[in-house]
């Protein structure tokens, strides 16, 4: 079997992506519509949080404690592909999910979601996002005992405070985790209510083995119902992944389908799946770097090239860059550009996308899409 790239040459592609230093696709505006901003905890803010609330971080299942920050940060490098997945990585230890819902120790207070959210927006503003669309898990916090009002109160503040400090708009994605039960993400739903005007859409996350998105489908059809936009995540690689992203293309929120699709990048292999997501209109996120991790080289950027050519409007994100060799949306838009062989044009053609797939108010778009276009007139030879 054809394997994943192994960490040292990850590594090595990452700097060599850095080195490339291409103004055109700094430069260019970005809307961000796949990221985790749990997967934005960063080793740093994590020590941090951690030693502010007289916390040791431990690694739960083995009970290990880490005693330094660099030993933290170590950890945050050696996480396991996923079973059936290729990679030689013989040194990992621990599971993607394991060290991400490990990191959800530290959130505690106000002041701990204020400060993680706050940390992505003036990364991403760095990296010149000028809108985002963060997925948030609610109940990987409530099932610890922190209320609504502590976890949407810090999210608030951060997305007014990132408004006015470094000029990048937000909306919220709130993401039933699928390993629970539809029952508690219908008590979640209603638990969001009074917060409803920070939540732009619905998504479903988490472990996605034998938990097709039908299970859920009478809250996504009350959450359509109610006027939010809905998605789902489809794993690359998933046994079930063509009979899920049909569901979530074809049925999902009472029978219509939902309005983009995360992932789901084996759709490129179907012809009827490709049509069907082509004649509805639905755009999909993807995130190529997490795939790097477990998927051959040759079953990623072939792909996307072909979602891409069949014309279905794609946004290139970072979903959880903290734990993905630290790679964040830039990084990741120097991954297709290199990898599909895209030329400046079509990485334009895809920040539109972006822009076309986002949930923001038409003003918020169309002062996205000048700005784009300012930039493309001003690269163009
Ligand atoms: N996959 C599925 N669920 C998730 C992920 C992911 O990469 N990150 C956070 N929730
Ligand atoms: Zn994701």
Same mark, same amino acid.
């Given at each position: ?9 990850r ?39 951690a ?12 009970g290990?404690? =880490?005693?330094?920050?660099?030993q933290l940060? +170590? ?6 592909? %996923? !079973?059936?997945?290729?990679? *030689?990585?013989a040194?990992e ?5 394991e060290?991400?819902?490990g ?5 505690v207070?106000?002041?701990?979601f ?9 990364m ?23 209320g ?16 006015e ?29 009074p =917060?409803r005007?920070?939540?732009v859409?619905? +998504? ?6 034998? %938990? !097709?998105?039908s299970?859920? *489908? ?8 109610d ?16 009979q ?27 012809p ?16 190529p ?79 996205i ?13």
């Open positions: 079997m054809e394997q994943a790239l192994p960490l040292n040459k590594l090595a592609l990452r700097q060599e992506l850095l080195d490339t230093s291409d103004g055109y696709i700094l430069d260019l505006p970005k809307v961000e519509l796949h990221v985790h901003i749990e997967g934005t905890l960063t080793p740093e803010l994590r020590w941090e949080l030693r502010r609330n007289n916390q040791t971080l431990r690694l739960e299942r083995t290990t404690a =880490y005693t330094s920050l660099a940060r +170590g950890s945050y490098y050696i996480i396991e592909p %996923r !079973p059936g997945h290729g990679i *030689d990585n040194e230890s621990f599971t993607f999910f060290a991400y819902y990191g959800f120790e530290v959130l207070k106000e002041d701990d204020y400060e993680l959210a706050m940390n992505y927006f003036e991403a503003a760095g990296m010149k996002v000028r809108y985002c669309e963060p997925f948030f898990d609610p109940q990987g916090h409530t099932r610890k005992g922190v609504w009002e502590t976890m949407m109160g810090g999210f608030r503040r951060a997305q007014m405070d990132a408004e400090r470094f000029g990048i708009k937000s909306s919220w994605i709130m993401c039933f985790l699928r390993d629970m039960s539809p029952e508690s993400a219908m008590e979640t739903y209603q638990a969001m209510l =917060y005007n920070m939540v859409g619905i +998504g479903l996350d988490s472990l996605e083995d034998d %938990r !097709p998105p299970m859920f *489908d009478d809250v996504f059809a009350l959450a359509k119902k006027g939010f936009r809905i998605t789902a995540h489809c794993d690359v690689g998933n046994k079930d992944t063509y899920n992203i049909r569901q979530v293309a074809a049925t999902l929120g009472g029978g219509s389908g939902a309005h983009r699709i995360d992932h789901g990048l084996n759709a490129a292999q179907d009827d799946l490709l049509s069907l997501i082509k004649g509805k209109g639905i755009g999909m996120t993807c995130t770097w997490g795939y790097l991790r477990h998927e051959p080289v040759d079953e990623i950027f072939p792909r996307i090239r072909r979602l891409f050519d069949a014309g279905i409007p794609i946004a290139v994100g970072s979903d959880d860059p903290a734990y993905m060799e630290d790679t964040w949306i830039l990084h990741n838009w120097l991954l297709v550009k290199k990898m599909c062989a895209f030329s400046d044009r079509e990485m334009a053609t895809l920040a539109r996308h972006a822009v076309d797939m986002c949930w923001a108010p038409e003003g918020v778009k169309a002062a899409r000048e700005e784009i276009e300012a930039v493309v007139a001003q690269h163009e030879p």
